[in-house]
């Protein structure tokens, strides 16, 4: 694959998608972890548009370049998920022109709501074609698919007044959904140091 690979003038380059899996456990971890409310607000804004956002970002369009379809559209999709949050929550706590869209916090929450389900919607299909990947990579779309339907949930309840469980549970299910992640990411990283498999990631159960 390789030769082929450098018979059409490409040359072999490092899988991105170990910085990617990191970069998105790192900022879904800080995230989760305030919606489980052990960690304060606030810190994970300047990582979702640093690290969980524009890293990520990177990361896609370097799959993009191995030709990987899945890893480019996963990572390209989720880099832009942790942008648009994180602009978001940085522009409903500002004074800018769409400050006054936002000033209800009920509007907040069901705008949260419709954003947590349309990226469920997308992940759904996701989930399927992890399945054609990797145990491991399936694990995180899986973890992913339940953290974002109990967020979707939780903020639709808060913005009618109702408990906050579920958004607990969501962040709960985000701790390890993170943690998923971040093994993913730590078996691409040393399985990519040399030609043994150190941790394993288990085979897709179809496809190819």
């Given at each position: ?25 790192l ?97 759904t ?13 399936l ?22 007044g ?29 399985n ?17």
């Amino acid at each position: 694959m390789a030769e082929a690979t450098e018979e059409r003038g490409f040359s072999r380059v490092a899988d991105p998608a170990p910085l990617g899996l990191a970069a998105f456990a790192l900022t879904t971890f800080m995230l989760s972890g305030h919606n489980a409310t052990f960690i304060p607000d606030g810190i994970w804004i300047g990582l979702a548009i640093s690290y969980g956002g524009v890293i990520q970002l990177l990361a896609g369009m370097w799959e993009f370049r191995n030709r990987n379809v899945f890893g480019a559209t996963a990572f390209s999709s989720y880099g832009g998920f942790w942008l648009s949050l994180g602009i978001f929550v940085l522009i409903i706590n500002t004074q800018t022109t769409f400050y006054s869209a936002f000033q209800n916090k009920a509007q907040v929450n069901s705008a949260l709501a419709w954003f947590l389900i349309a990226f469920a919607i997308f992940n759904t299909y996701m989930v399927l074609w992890a399945s054609r990947v990797s145990l491991a990579t399936l694990a995180v779309f899986l973890t992913l698919e339940v953290t974002e339907i109990l967020l979707a949930v939780g903020f639709l309840l808060v913005a009618h007044g109702r408990t906050d469980f579920w958004l607990h549970a969501g962040g709960w299910a985000g701790i390890v959904t993170a943690a998923v992640a971040w093994y993913a990411s730590a078996a691409g990283v040393v399985n990519g140091m040399g030609s043994k498999r150190v941790l394993p990631v288990g085979k897709g159960l179809w496809g190819d």
